[in-house]
């Protein structure tokens, strides 16, 4: 209700400016408008009519549009292109055509400062177009239809005022930007995250840090209080309890006032090590419960499960240093511009997509075990004394919960993933649009955050004693004995109440 849909996109179109001087020198910056403008052309008749090379022309687009001004608060800028191109008989679009473009970006932070420069690259970018009427003299003037060019990707946004400069070399004799078409016009649209979106977001990760951080002292504090070692699944939701805090720490603050472009790229490993510490514990929590015969309690017997995850973190990994890796050195190059890229890109979101739901139906399958387990285990509750009954449906409701509340959490986060990543993507797919508000992403996040919470308020262990109970007699447990949810637990203290229900050491 507070925050405003997290990202805003704006159009822009650039300004044909004329640039006589026959050495083109970087230092020069046109400008679209203002007192400094530069010598404007309406179209590229009145270019060829004034005799002007497609040389001379430089595409200018000024970010913000005039009389606004950048924020910190809007954390990056995604740059996307659409090229207008007209159909001519003798100027026609070729097959598989790439565009040159030699691009410079610049920032100042007064209206009346000089421009200093960012970046300078030259880009290509292969052209998808397609023309819906016949090819012929009536259909002359008509626009092709163009996919979306994916531009330029800043990881902040520290300063009040940018400036493009596009040019498109022609050099017939080396075939650069030969056969393009006949372009009219440059668009660029770009998206930013919306400053409340921000406040919002960085006011959530301000107030959940210490909540988790007291839990997690108080947890562990629990833990050393005991006279056995920590067991497997206990220093599993200790490491998922770091991972959070590391996710909630809101560094995010400094981007306000530093330009630390990298924030991005450190932002997509914490939630990948988040994601990959959360996928780990659900196999090891469900394997704990399974109550079978197998040697548990160490990491070692779960390689098989947990191997695919940290291969799985390590390509998405890998596929992120390819994009925004490089982006921190050339804000413009893109993984989707090439072939070999794109497949390349595709695949790797494809493959994690479907890693991803075979983990959720594999951990369903692990579930059903072990409620299957438990349920075969209950039919010995009613020769137990009532007391005792109560206590033990009570551990086995407290479980059946947390699990139905583990698989909604795994399938929101699978959702989550594949949408994040499909509207990460739709500007660089053209056809998949996915409208996910601010209430998803704070929702997910919130909610591993409770979810953590949860997990190391249930299962702390116990510090209270169960002795014999004077007025009631019939209670019928050792006094020594500690009360937990954690199954499969044998230690100095003795078993685990429900480790025994379970397990049943004098075996029949």
């Not at 849909?5 to 159009?11: E, R």
């Not at 002292?217 to 206990?234: D, F, G, H, K, S």
Request: overall charge neutral.
């Amino acid at each position: 209700l507070a925050a405003p849909s997290p990202t805003t996109a704006v159009p822009y179109m650039s300004v044909k400016c004329i640039d006589v001087r026959k050495n083109h020198h970087k230092t020069k910056w046109l400008m679209p408008w203002g007192p400094n403008h530069c010598e404007k052309l309406k179209d590229f008749d009145e270019a060829v009519s004034r005799q002007i090379e497609a040389n001379d022309i430089v595409f200018a687009v000024h970010i913000p549009l005039p009389s606004k001004e950048m924020s910190p608060w809007f954390q990056f800028m995604l740059f996307i292109m659409q090229l207008d191109i007209a159909f001519k008989m003798d100027n026609d679009l070729k097959e598989n055509a790439e565009i040159t473009l030699d691009v410079s970006l610049a920032y100042r932070d007064d209206m009346f400062d000089d421009w200093e420069e960012i970046a300078h690259a030259i880009e290509i970018r292969k052209l998808k177009c397609t023309f819906g009427s016949p090819k012929t003299l009536e259909s002359e003037g008509r626009h092709y239809d163009c996919d979306f060019l994916p531009f330029m990707e800043i990881g902040s946004v520290a300063h009040k005022y940018y400036l493009i400069n596009i040019r498109l070399p022609v050099n017939e004799r080396k075939g650069i930007n030969v056969g393009i078409g006949e372009i009219k016009d440059i668009r660029l649209v770009g998206i930013h995250q919306n400053g409340g979106f921000t406040k919002v977001w960085f006011a959530m990760k301000t107030f959940l840090t210490p909540s988790i951080l007291i839990i997690m002292v108080w947890y562990w504090r629990r833990i050393t209080l005991m006279t056995r070692a920590p067991v497997l699944l206990e220093k599993v939701i200790f490491a998922l309890g770091i991972s959070m805090t590391f996710i909630n720490i809101p560094v995010e603050w400094f981007s306000i006032g530093f330009d630390w472009t990298w924030m991005l790229l450190f932002g997509d490993i914490r939630q990948g090590i988040f994601y990959a510490m959360l996928l780990s514990f659900w196999i090891i929590f469900c394997g704990e419960h399974m109550m079978d015969q197998n040697e548990r309690n160490r990491l070692s017997g779960y390689w098989k499960q947990v191997g695919p995850i940290a291969v799985g973190s390590f390509c998405l990994f890998i596929f992120d240093m390819c994009e925004r890796g490089v982006q921190l050195k050339n804000p413009f190059y893109s993984i989707w511009t090439t072939e070999v890229g794109t497949e390349l890109a595709m695949a790797f979101i494809i493959v994690a997509g479907i890693c991803l739901c075979l983990y959720f139906l594999f951990l369903c399958f692990m579930v059903f075990q072990v409620f299957r387990n438990i349920s075969g285990k209950q039919s010995s509750l009613p020769a137990m004394s009532k007391a005792r009954r109560l206590h033990y449906e009570g551990l086995i409701f407290r479980f059946k919960f947390l699990m139905l509340i583990t698989l909604a959490c795994a399938a929101m986060t699978v959702i989550f993933f594949i949408v994040s990543q499909v509207t990460e993507g739709h500007w660089k797919w053209g056809d998949m649009t996915i409208q996910v508000n601010s209430a998803f992403f704070t929702g997910i996040y919130g909610m591993w955050n409770l979810y953590v919470f949860a997990l190391m308020f249930l299962y702390a262990p116990s510090h209270k004693n169960y002795g014999e109970d004077q007025s009631n007699g019939d209670l019928g447990v050792n006094s020594g004995e500690e009360l937990q949810l954690t199954t499969t637990i044998t230690h100095v203290d003795g078993p685990t109440e429900v480790y025994k229900l379970a397990r049943k050491e004098a075996q029949e």
